[in-house]
């Protein structure tokens, strides 16, 4: 294992981070305390409570969630499609470094700054409404596992992408209305029965229902299935990177 | 002596359907200086894409000191410091950065020491904060070169180093790469500049249309396929070449007033002398006389066109 090249590409990762840190905080912080007041008061003010929960409080899981998919997508994406971009992923590909190893390195710098975000998030919901964790180590254990399979699925976007539009393309055109549609404001209790059945194939309704498990105990899906499912997307990604690496897929000529 | 690389019936095929190597053969010595000569389009950088892991090869074997390229990746592309023929760079980060940046990625523990002296050799000292971005065209040529060397490699490969470089920048090149030698670096360059090869590398390689044509000793090449011309001023020009002087290889130029005999140094007998009694004896006065050794230019371009 080459720990000095993982530790070169994640501390250059997150000093290109660093640079830009102002705007990719002040934006979600931003459009989160949007969120409350438009979400919170508006349609807080009509229903009080979710399954017995104050509705400020039971948007919060899926506002995070939003944020960390959201960014880790386009800071792994973006993290590689730019020296693919620029010509400088030269130097990775003629360095002695396996897959897994760039892999670590990009999409662990991209991960750590979403978990960041998401924390800060946390920090600004507080400020809005009460909020009791009841199990924050698997409240963490969620979000980290959230960010890092995310951050792989951008890493494979920005591989794959040739172009700027096809770099927002799958952010933009599935995941966003995945989120949307994810049960991130609502439980999906409250929807028709067969939009039930539609929405039990959205996988971000797992992340969502176990993230808000691990805050209020409750949630419209088994914990233990929620985590499967972020388990299967995890390996899904990591085969798909590991078989990009073999064939050289769009890296290597 | 050991081979630094060795390349093994190497061809590339890329997926357009063009073949850029065929089967090529070569061996790069240990610790020596190799030119690389051949017009665009030839292979070149397909050559050396494929043995610092940028390109796959299609089929044949690269060894890196004995070490396979695709097996043993991981030590052979260690061993390797690569200066691309594009400037690559990364516009926002700072040149201290982005050498720090290499050595990691190469598996290197930090070291600060290495990396300034090696800044402070290629007169990077000064801009060690500055963005690459600000920097001019031949800086980041430099900024390349130390990114490269950062990671102390034994094998160092140069595609096109003096491309937009000045005259300045080029003399401060060849200075390191002397230096580099003489601490037992080999060093793989390319260019499209002939006088660099004949200043610099102890053999030349030429390769066109995706073949090793010639590999020789740069010496060797000059001594064996070396003409030497004898150049002769004439007091009067001369309309004709007399008749008397038909089995010599003569030619008029200048409209007459200057003779050049091109010979083969190889030859037992160089004919200047019987040429010059030969001359007196048509009456022909000489004014003034010089020899010059063809250069590696005309080599060069007389195998390629030869291979057209
Ligand atoms: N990625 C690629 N896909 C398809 N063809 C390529 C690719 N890269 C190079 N080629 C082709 O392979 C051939 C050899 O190119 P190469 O870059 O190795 O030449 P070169 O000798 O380095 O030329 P130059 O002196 O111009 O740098 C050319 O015909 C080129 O068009
Ligand atoms: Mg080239």
Redesign the pocket.
Known sequence: MNLQAIKAIYVYEMSRMRRTLLQSIVSPVLSTSLYFVVFGTAIGARIETVEGIHYGSFIVPGLIMLTLLQNSISNASFGIYFPKFVGTIYEVLSAPVNFLEIVIGYAGAAATKSIILGLIILATAHLFVPLHIEHPVLMVFFLVLTAVTFSLFGFIIGIWADNFEKLQLIPMLIVTPLVFLGGSFYSIEMLPETWQTVTLFNPVLYLVSGFRWSFFGQSDVSVHVSLIMIGVFLLACMSIVWWMFKTGYKLR? | MQNAISVQQLTKT???G?T?LHSVDLDIHDGEILALL??????????ISIICGLVRPTSGNVLVQGHDIQTDYKTTRSLIGLVP?ELHVETFESVWNTVTFSRGLFGKKPNPALVESLLKDLSLWDKKDAKIMTLSGGMKRRVMIAKALSHEPKILFLD?PTAGVDVELRKDMWQLIGRLRQSGVTIIL?T?YIEEAEEIADRVGV?NKGRLVLIEEKNELMRKLGKKQLTLELHQALQTLPEGLSQYDLSLVDGGATLVYSYDTQAARSGIGSLLADLNRSGIAVKDLSTKQSSLEDIFVSLVEGAR
């Open positions: 000529t | 890329y997926d357009s063009l850029a051949g017009p665009n389009g030839a292979g070149k950088t397909t050559l023929q096109e390319t499209h390769i």
